[in-house]
């Protein structure tokens, strides 16, 4: 798999040669201060203590056989993090690490310039968060070594004291224009110091949890209590300017259980604001925020960080926050393809309502972090609108991020398209291709979750679930088509036939609602109800936080049926959208729908006008775009006559794909929204020649 990724710096061989996982720590310029003497011990009951109420079950324990998820997956571990890496090292993510740590052996190099970017180093950290979770589905012993040479370079960048960012070590005199003079200075504005070191946390814990050595997360341990000697009330109480420091905290506390790391993440989170201004979340205290604004990926990775501390601390205050921030969002912020972050200025929220298409920002790493948040908010209430949101992002506005192939990717997600829009290899700033390449390894903990003597099934892919409740430990298979069906059989397996509860998630889609607020709603009602079965025999469909919830004496082999008709349904827009004012979008199940030029004779789109009414029709399409699911019908395609400038309409056939898979054939128009009124129509102009014949 790694014969195209040769890591042609020479201190790579060297690192293969010693050894990395018991080695790599030698490689810090300190023998007095290694990584033995600084870290913290795991404690063996870490995961008892407070967190959320509702718990994922670990991806490592669910198993996806579907041909949508499973073929992502696979393709995302052979190709895409492979690839991810290469790219890496070509553009000199590594060599940063190479020549920081040879300035640190006291070793002269020709070249000081700083990185390209303050926060390259976090590429190789999120593909290599990527890779290790993909370890632990799959053991890859190629990998794996892989990723032992990877660490010891990063280790070997890693200052005496724990400080780990090449912008600055590489020439400490002169740093990355964004680094300031001195450490901490811009901590509060560009220099992504925190930043870098939240995705190395990540990493960190990943990596050592899905092979259980210590080499990174020791590396991690280190600069996390430099940290924790550095920042705190009476010391630097300076804020992240992005956030991500404060998930990566939490997640080295749940790890360790040293409280040390949860009391920063805190900290950093209660000193943010009140007049650091909107762009990165620090205009108000973080208790008196109500509405979305300013960077979207930094404030969903922020979200995330307070979810996390508010379901540990038990903090109310957090809480209400979230959900009134969250409420905003969903009822005035959202994109129909669950994307967020409307405007290209400050890759940023906009204000209410303002969701415009062609110029939607939408970026990949935001719709990711609506993801972990809508998850996360979850796992605070137990309520299925979370999941909701969290499944409309997934399956339609963060998927587009990534081609069918693995290779090429979106940094913003437009609704609309003139054909200026392509997926790119990759990019200056690369910060959407590593991080989808990590989401993607550890889609399946997104499926389950349990509390108590309670199983919920929040997605539906075909495959297995082991679940661990007190004192049992149940299977659960499932056999799907979705997102193309929405017949669902579940097969239930405990270890012990015994009493608890499986709630089973009812999309807001198949009731109705294809949001939970009012900024999207269907034209027209369904006639066809949800049903379910229990061992054969109709149960009612009486929902409870948008669940089913089944309580009875479960024995190996009892089933659960599920059938959610999927009508192909139109949605409308709040009429404060003002872009989508006299137009409709199409969905069917999770799925959210586009017409691309690709499938029309004239590669024209923009140019076409539908009558409300309009009948659709759908079928499977085996051999298109991986497998899809497509929405026919007929529309008018307008144009000027030849020669005048009369309006022509001719009745066409048109065809819609699901919105994901749009630019896998080339730059061509595309739209989500589809006009019904003539004015909104993109007619083609005449030529200038006939034009000024026509004057």
Same mark, same amino acid.
């Given at each position: 798999?790694?014969?195209?990724?040769?890591?042609?710096?020479?201190?790579?061989?060297?690192?293969?040669?010693?050894?990395?996982?018991?080695?790599?720590?030698?490689?810090?310029?300190?023998?007095?201060?290694?990584?033995?003497?600084?870290?913290?011990? /795991?404690?063996?009951?870490?995961?008892?203590?407070?967190?959320?109420?509702?718990?994922?079950? =670990?991806?490592?324990?669910?198993?996806?056989?579907?041909?949508?998820?499973?073929?992502?997956?696979?393709?995302? *571990?052979?190709?895409?993090?492979?690839?991810?890496?290469?790219?890496?090292? %070509?553009? +000199?993510?590594?060599?940063?690490?190479?020549?920081?740590?040879?300035?640190?052996?006291?070793?002269?190099?020709?070249?000081?310039?700083?990185?390209?970017?303050?926060?390259?180093?976090?590429?190789?950290?999120?593909?290599?968060?990527?890779?290790?979770?993909?370890?632990?589905?799959?053991?890859?012993?190629?990998?794996?070594?892989?990723?032992?040479?990877? /660490?010891?370079?990063?280790?070997?960048?890693?200052?005496?004291?724990?400080?780990?960012?090449?912008?600055?070590?590489?020439?400490?005199?002169? =740093?990355?224009?964004?680094?300031?003079?001195?450490?901490?200075?811009?901590?509060? +504005?560009?220099?992504?110091?925190?930043?870098?070191?939240?995705?190395?946390?990540?990493?960190?814990?990943?990596?050592?949890?899905?092979?259980?050595?210590?080499?990174?997360?020791?590396? #991690?341990?280190?600069? $996390?209590?430099?940290?924790?000697?550095?920042?705190?009330?009476?010391?630097?109480?300076?804020?992240?300017?992005?956030?991500?420091?404060?998930?990566?905290?939490?997640?080295?506390?749940?790890?360790?259980?040293?409280?040390?790391?949860?009391?920063?993440? +805190?900290?950093?989170?209660?000193?943010?604001?009140?007049?650091?201004?909107? @762009?990165?979340? #620090?205009?108000?205290?973080?208790?008196?925020?109500?509405?979305?604004?300013?960077? #979207?990926?930094?404030?969903?990775?922020?979200?995330?960080?307070?979810?996390?501390?508010?379901?540990?601390?038990?903090?109310?205050?957090?809480?209400?926050?979230?959900?009134?921030?969250?409420?905003?969002?969903?009822?005035?912020?959202?994109? !129909?393809?669950?994307?967020?972050?409307?405007?290209?200025?400050?890759?940023?929220?906009?204000?209410?309502?303002?969701?415009?298409?062609?110029?939607?920002?939408?970026?990949?790493?935001?719709?990711?972090?609506?993801?972990?948040?809508?998850? *996360?908010?979850?796992?605070?209430?137990?309520?299925?609108?979370?999941?909701?949101?969290?499944?409309?992002?997934?399956?339609?506005?963060?998927?587009?991020?990534?081609?069918?192939?693995?290779?090429?990717?979106?940094?913003?997600?437009?609704?609309?398209?003139?054909?200026?829009?392509?997926?790119?290899?990759?990019?200056?700033?690369?910060?959407?291709?590593?991080?989808?390449?990590?989401?993607?390894?550890?889609?399946?903990? @997104?499926?389950?979750?349990?509390?108590?003597?309670? /199983?919920?099934?929040?997605?539906?892919?075909?495959?297995?679930?082991?679940?661990?409740?007190?004192?049992?430990?149940?299977?659960?298979?499932?056999?799907?088509?979705?997102?193309?069906?929405?017949?669902?059989?579940?097969?239930?397996?405990?270890?012990?036939?015994?009493?608890?509860? !499986?709630?089973?998630?009812?999309?807001?889609?198949?009731?109705?609602?294809?949001?939970?607020?009012?900024?999207?709603?269907?034209?027209?009602?369904?006639?066809?109800?949800?049903?379910?079965?229990?061992?054969?025999?109709?149960?009612?469909? %009486?929902?409870?936080?948008?669940?089913?919830?089944?309580?009875?004496?479960?024995?190996?082999?009892?089933?659960? %049926?599920?059938?959610?008709?999927?009508? !192909?349904?139109?949605?409308?827009?709040?009429? %404060?959208?003002?872009?989508?004012?006299?137009?409709?979008?199409?969905?069917?199940?999770?799925?959210?729908?586009?017409?691309?030029?690709?499938?029309?004779?004239?590669?024209?789109?923009?140019?076409?006008?539908?009558?409300?009414?309009? $009948?659709?029709?759908?079928?499977?399409?085996?051999?298109?775009?991986?497998?899809?699911? !497509?929405?026919?019908?007929?529309?008018?395609?307008?144009?000027?006559?030849?020669?005048?400038?009369?309006?022509?309409?001719?009745?066409?056939?048109?065809?819609?794909?699901?919105?994901?898979?749009?630019?896998?054939?080339? #730059?061509?128009?595309?739209?989500?929204?589809?006009?019904?009124?003539?004015?909104?129509?993109?007619?083609?102009?005449?030529?200038?020649?006939?034009?000024?014949?026509?004057?």
């Amino acid at each position: 798999m790694f014969n195209a990724i040769k890591l042609t710096l020479a201190a790579i061989s060297f690192f293969a040669l010693v050894g990395c996982e018991e080695d790599a720590t030698a490689m810090i310029d300190n023998p007095s201060d290694t990584a033995a003497q600084t870290q913290v011990e /795991i404690e063996e009951d870490v995961v008892a203590m407070k967190d959320y109420p509702y718990a994922p079950v =670990p991806f490592t324990a669910v198993n996806f056989t579907d041909k949508f998820w499973a073929p992502r997956m696979e393709t995302n *571990r052979s190709v895409t993090i492979p690839y991810a890496f290469e790219k890496c090292e %070509e553009t +000199k993510r590594f060599y940063n690490f190479e020549r920081a740590a040879k300035v640190l052996k006291g070793e002269k190099i020709d070249d000081l310039s700083p990185p390209g970017l303050a926060f390259d180093d976090t590429d190789p950290y999120k593909v290599l968060e990527g890779a290790a979770f993909g370890l632990s589905v799959k053991y890859d012993a190629e990998m794996d070594a892989y990723l032992d040479k990877v /660490i010891a370079f990063i280790a070997s960048a890693q200052e005496p004291d724990g400080y780990l960012y090449t912008a600055r070590t590489i020439c400490p005199e002169k =740093p990355h224009y964004r680094a300031g003079e001195k450490r901490w200075q811009n901590v509060k +504005k560009m220099s992504h110091e925190l930043y870098n070191m939240g995705h190395l946390y990540e990493a960190a814990v990943a990596h050592y949890e899905a092979t259980g050595k210590r080499t990174l997360l020791d590396v #991690a341990i280190k600069n $996390a209590n430099l940290l924790c000697d550095t920042f705190g009330p009476g010391k630097n109480e300076d804020a992240p300017g992005h956030q991500i420091i404060e998930m990566g905290l939490v997640r080295l506390y749940r790890v360790t259980g040293e409280e040390k790391y949860l009391d920063l993440a +805190k900290f950093f989170l209660d000193t943010k604001g009140p007049d650091g201004g909107e @762009y990165s979340q #620090a205009h108000v205290k973080i208790v008196d925020q109500d509405e979305a604004v300013g960077h #979207a990926v930094r404030a969903t990775y922020m979200y995330c960080g307070v979810a996390d501390v508010a379901a540990i601390t038990k903090s109310k205050p957090y809480m209400d926050a979230m959900d009134k921030i969250w409420e905003n969002v969903a009822s005035k912020k959202l994109y !129909i393809t669950g994307g967020i972050g409307a405007k290209h200025s400050g890759e940023a929220f906009g204000p209410n309502y303002y969701l415009p298409n062609m110029s939607a920002y939408c970026e990949t790493c935001a719709a990711i972090g609506n993801v972990y948040w809508n998850h *996360r908010m979850f796992l605070l209430h137990g309520d299925s609108k979370y999941i909701d949101v969290m499944e409309r992002s997934l399956y339609n506005g963060l998927i587009s991020g990534i081609s069918l192939e693995g290779k090429d990717f979106f940094y913003p997600n437009p609704l609309e398209s003139k054909g200026q829009h392509q997926r790119k290899p990759w990019f200056g700033c690369a910060c959407c291709p590593g991080n989808i390449a990590r989401f993607l390894a550890s889609v399946p903990r @997104y499926a389950y979750a349990h509390k108590d003597k309670s /199983i919920y099934v929040n997605l539906f892919a075909e495959g297995t679930a082991d679940v661990e409740l007190p004192g049992n430990k149940v299977v659960i298979v499932q056999k799907t088509q979705y997102p193309w069906q929405g017949d669902v059989k579940m097969t239930v397996k405990p270890q012990k036939k015994e009493n608890f509860e !499986i709630c089973v998630r009812i999309p807001g889609w198949a009731l109705g609602k294809p949001v939970p607020s009012d900024l999207y709603s269907y034209k027209s009602k369904s006639t066809k109800a949800v049903t379910m079965k229990v061992n054969g025999k109709n149960v009612p469909v %009486e929902l409870e936080d948008g669940y089913v919830k089944l309580n009875r004496v479960w024995a190996k082999g009892d089933t659960i %049926e599920l059938q959610m008709p999927m009508p !192909i349904r139109k949605v409308e827009a709040h009429p %404060e959208v003002k872009a989508d004012i006299d137009r409709f979008s199409i969905e069917r199940g999770p799925i959210v729908y586009c017409l691309e030029g690709a499938d029309h004779p004239d590669k024209l789109v923009r140019n076409l006008l539908f009558d409300e009414n309009v $009948a659709l029709s759908t079928s499977f399409k085996p051999n298109l775009l991986g497998g899809v699911q !497509i929405i026919e019908g007929k529309a008018s395609a307008l144009k000027l006559a030849e020669g005048s400038n009369e309006l022509e309409k001719t009745p066409v056939d048109v065809t819609a794909i699901p919105y994901y898979a749009w630019a896998n054939r080339g #730059a061509n128009e595309m739209t989500v929204w589809l006009p019904t009124k003539e004015k909104d129509v993109a007619i083609k102009p005449q030529p200038k020649s006939k034009q000024l014949l026509l004057k």
